[in-house]
Every structure is written in C-alpha cells, then in structure tokens.
C-alpha cells in the first residue's frame, strides 16, 4: 500500500483529502504545518507528500525544496488555492503534479496515482556515485 503525507494548515482540508486517500486504498498520515511534515518523513518516510502551497510559516515551496534536498526520492504535488505557482516553474523545480482547488477527487486521485508511478521508477533507479540524477533525468525527460 502506497503511503501519502497531506500536509496542509486547514484542517478540513486534511480531513476529507485524508477521507478521498484512505477510501482509494492509500495509506495516510497527515501534517498541519511544513515544520511538523518534516519531522513526519524523518521517522516515516512516504511515497507521496500533497502539499498545499500557502501556509503560515514556512510554505509548501520551502517543504518542496527540503523534501527535494533530503528525500529526494519521495514525489511531490503542490496544491494551491490559485495560480500563484506556475506549474511550469514548480515542475521544473521538482514537483510531480499540480492541483489547484476547489479539488475534483478524480483529479487528486490521479495526481496521487501518478506521484506513486513516479516514486516506483525512481526507487527503481540505482542511485550512481556519478553520473545522472535518476530523479534529475526524470524531471526534465532526460534533458538538461
């Protein structure tokens, strides 16, 4: 069973995300805040963190690039309220997927479905001494 982190500061938010996740068969933890979703992936890391992008404190882009930094295996969807993200900048800069509310749950489901096809190809990957980022060469479709 697939395992995502839903990291966001509204409660209700986590709640039926959480309610979507667990009823498609996805194992969920939750967080209110990027400080206390780190500590989560320390002990637990998951296959997938869907983050909402503005929240107080440090933000879902600050998350996006410790995750990137120190789990560089674990997939990413930015959630947001607006376009206040671009996706094209965000995927570029890691993220697997892109949703912005209101949410659809067949568009959170597919974005979690293909955050966890991402995750499986990159834990597939051997990680070399040297040579290409498997995760790198997966973001940008083997281009730099």
């Known amino acids: ?3 995502v ?3 966001d500061d509204e409660a209700p938010i986590r709640e039926f995300l959480k309610r979507w996740l667990k009823a498609s068969k996805y194992d969920t933890m939750e967080a209110s805040s990027a400080d206390a979703a780190l500590t989560i992936i320390s002990q637990q890391e998951p296959d997938v963190v869907l983050c909402d992008v503005n929240m107080p404190g440090h933000d879902g882009l600050w998350l996006m690039e410790q995750i990137r930094m120190r789990f560089p295996r674990v997939a990413i969807v930015l959630a947001t ?3 206040e993200v671009p996706p094209a900048i965000s995927m570029r800069r890691g993220v697997v997927e892109y949703l912005v509310k209101p949410f659809e749950r067949r568009a959170v489901l ?3 479905s293909e955050a966890v096809k991402w995750r499986e190809s990159v834990a597939a990957a051997p990680i070399a001494a040297t040579g290409p980022d498997p995760v790198d060469d997966w973001l940008t479709g083997g281009r730099k």
Do not use: F, K
């Open 1 to 3: 069973m697939s395992s």
């Open 5 to 7: 982190l839903v990291v």
């Open 81 to 83: 309220a607006n376009d």
């Open 110 to 112: 597919g974005a979690v």
